[in-house]
């Protein structure tokens, strides 16, 4: 009887060892699954990322780009500011001296005026 009980716990432990070698493919299967959809996860990721980074590029070029314009309007803007401050000034100017002329005009015509009507009166008192 004790080779009988070898050959069944041989078989046995054959049995066990074939069970977990099925166990094992089983395993193996839905790891190889698991990996399969995470490998394609990551690829279809990594093109994503690259198509992003590609898109980013060219538009951080686009708005380098974009900035160098806005700051040369900037700077023309600022020389238009300057030029309009200037010609404001030069208007101002241009009035004050136009309303000292007029002011001196005007002294001058009520001065005449005055003298006229005077020389007026006195024709008339002498007629």
């Given at each position: 009887?004790?080779?009988g ?9 054959v ?5 977990l070698?099925?166990?094992?493919k ?5 790891e ?11 690829e279809?990721?990594?093109g994503?990322k ?5 898109s980013?590029?060219?538009q951080?070029?686009e708005?380098?780009a974009?900035?160098i ?7 023309s803007?600022a ?5 309009s ?6 208007n101002v ?28 009166g006195?024709?008339e008192?002498?007629?």
């Amino acid at each position: 009887g004790g080779r009988g009980a070898k050959a069944a716990s041989i078989d046995r432990v054959v049995g066990l060892i074939e069970e977990l070698r099925e166990r094992i493919k089983l395993d193996g299967k839905a790891e190889q699954e698991s990996y399969d959809k995470f490998a394609c996860w990551c690829e279809d990721t990594l093109g994503r990322k690259a198509k992003d980074i590609s898109s980013s590029k060219d538009q951080i070029e686009e708005l380098g780009a974009l900035i160098i314009k806005l700051k040369a309007e900037i700077a023309s803007h600022a020389a238009e500011i300057v030029q309009s401050k200037k010609d404001l000034a030069a208007n101002v100017e241009a009035q004050r001296e136009a309303s000292e002329i007029r002011d001196k005009d005007h002294a001058a015509y009520q001065a005449d005026k005055t003298e006229s009507e005077q020389c007026v009166g006195a024709l008339e008192a002498a007629v």
